[in-house]
């Protein structure tokens, strides 16, 4: 009895982690992509391109704002496998 469990569960174990390697992946793609873009919008605002444009200048107290969001997203995001980790886990068990 105890052995059929063992390999119903050696069985799962590497879907699960194929799973969850493949979601770190495309989390660690979102991160990069969300980071790019952050950066490619929010560095050239903080730079004074609209100061040229618009005569419009970005207050740090809005530039800090923008990082800390930006930061926020990232981890919000990474957090996300956690759950999927939690999901799998309550499954094989």
């Known amino acids: 009895m105890y052995r059929v469990r063992e390999l119903r569960l050696s069985k799962e174990i590497p879907q699960e982690s194929r799973a969850l390697s493949h979601a770190a992946v495309r989390s660690v793609r979102q991160n990069l992509f969300l980071a790019f873009v952050n950066n490619g919008i929010g560095v050239p605002i ?8 618009l005569g419009v200048q970005l207050s740090p107290v809005i530039a800090a704002l923008a990082m800390s969001l930006s930061s926020v997203s990232v981890v919000s995001n990474a957090l996300r ?3 999927l980790k939690q999901e799998g886990v309550a499954r094989t068990v």
């Open 46 to 53: 903080a730079a004074g391109l609209l100061y040229r444009v």
């Open 81 to 83: 496998l956690r759950r």
